[in-house]
C-alpha cells in the first residue's frame, strides 16, 4: 500500500494543505480530489505544506498544474512550502520555480496573501 | 577491482499500486551499487517514470498485464531495463512540455518522458513488432560515488 496523506486546515481565509508520503500516479487522484473540494468550496487561497512530503512524480506535479488555473481565475493562488531538496529538485526540473510561488515556510506563503486582501 | 555483472529481475502486475514495489527494487539495487543519495532518487523517479508511462500508455490502465524490470550493473553503469507486452509507445511523438501550456489545459502528457531524460544519462526505446517493448534506462558511475557510501 502507498503511504500517502492528506491533511485540510482552514484558517483567515487561507487553506492549507499538508501532504505526506508518496506522491505518484497511484495516490494523485487524491490530490486531484482534494483541490476539487477547495474549487466547489470557493476556497481560492491555497497553502500546500509540503513538509513531510518525501517523492514526487510526474503525476503528482500534474495536479498542481491541472488545477492552478481555475484557482488564479478566481483570483487565488496555490502557494508551496516547506519542501525537502529532493522534492525541490523534481519542482525545478520541470521549471516550477518560475510559474509557482514556492516559500521555504508555511507561515511566508499565508502572509503573503494576507498582503494581498490589505 | 571489477563489479560483478549479475541482473536481477521483478515482475509487477500494471497496476499505479505496483510502483511502490518498483521503487523499493530499484532503491535496493542502486544503493547496492553504491551511488549517492541523489542519485537513487533520481534513477527510482526515473523507473516509476517509465512505468507509470506503461501502465497508461501501453496498457490503458488495464490491471492484469504484466512488466518486467531488470537491472544490469557493470563496472561502469546501472542499466535498467523494462519490458511490457503493451501497445507501442512512441516517445519521439513527445515534445519538450512548455510548463505554461500545460497548465490550466489539464494536459498531463510529455513530463515523465522528459523527466527520465533528464534524470538519466541515457534512455532508449526498442519496440519489437508483435513481441514486446523495451525502455532501457542507464545511468554512469560517476567518480564520485566509486565508493559506497564513500
New interface residues.
Given amino acids: 500500500?502507498?503511504?500517502f496523506k492528506i491533511h485540510h486546515r482552514d484558517g483567515e481565509g487561507v487553506s492549507v494543505i499538508e501532504l505526506k508520503g508518496?506522491l505518484?500516479?497511484?495516490t494523485a487522484p487524491d490530490l486531484e480530489t482534494a483541490f476539487q473540494k477547495l474549487l466547489t468550496e470557493k476556497k481560492y487561497n491555497v497553502v500546500v505544506n509540503c513538509r513531510d512530503l518525501s517523492?514526487i512524480?510526474?503525476?503528482g506535479?500534474?495536479v498542481f498544474?491541472?488545477y492552478?488555473?481555475?484557482i488564479r481565475k478566481n483570483m487565488g493562488d496555490i502557494k508551496l512550502t516547506n519542501m525537502s531538496p529532493?522534492v525541490y529538485?523534481?519542482f525545478d526540473?520541470?521549471?516550477?520555480p518560475?510559474?509557482y510561488e514556492i516559500y521555504k515556510d508555511e507561515q511566508e506563503a499565508v502572509s503573503r496573501f494576507k498582503q494581498i486582501k490589505k | 577491482m571489477e563489479t560483478k555483472a549479475k541482473h536481477i529481475s521483478k515482475r509487477i502486475v500494471s497496476r499505479t499500486e505496483s510502483l511502490v514495489e518498483v521503487r523499493k527494487f530499484v532503491d535496493t539495487a542502486a544503493r547496492a551499487f553504491g551511488f549517492s543519495e541523489e542519485d537513487v532518487a533520481n534513477i527510482i523517479l526515473a523507473v516509476d517514470e517509465a512505468c507509470t508511462n506503461i501502465i497508461k500508455h501501453a496498457y490503458h490502465y488495464a490491471v492484469d498485464q504484466e512488466i518486467e524490470i531488470s537491472i544490469f550493473p557493470s563496472t561502469r553503469s546501472f542499466e535498467i531495463r523494462i519490458y511490457d507486452n503493451g501497445k507501442a509507445f512512441d516517445p519521439s511523438l513527445i515534445r519538450t512540455p512548455d510548463l505554461k501550456d500545460h497548465i490550466g489545459h489539464k494536459r498531463r502528457g510529455g513530463l515523465g518522458v522528459y523527466l527520465m531524460k533528464r534524470l538519466m544519462d541515457k534512455v532508449e526505446y526498442n519496440f519489437i513488432p508483435g513481441k514486446r517493448n523495451e525502455v532501457r534506462l542507464i545511468k554512469y558511475r560517476s567518480t564520485a560515488s566509486t565508493v559506497p557510501g564513500g
Fill in positions: 500500500m502507498t503511504d508518496y505518484d500516479a497511484h517523492y512524480s510526474s503525476a506535479l500534474g498544474m491541472a492552478v488555473e481555475d529532493k529538485n523534481v526540473l520541470l521549471g516550477f518560475i510559474l
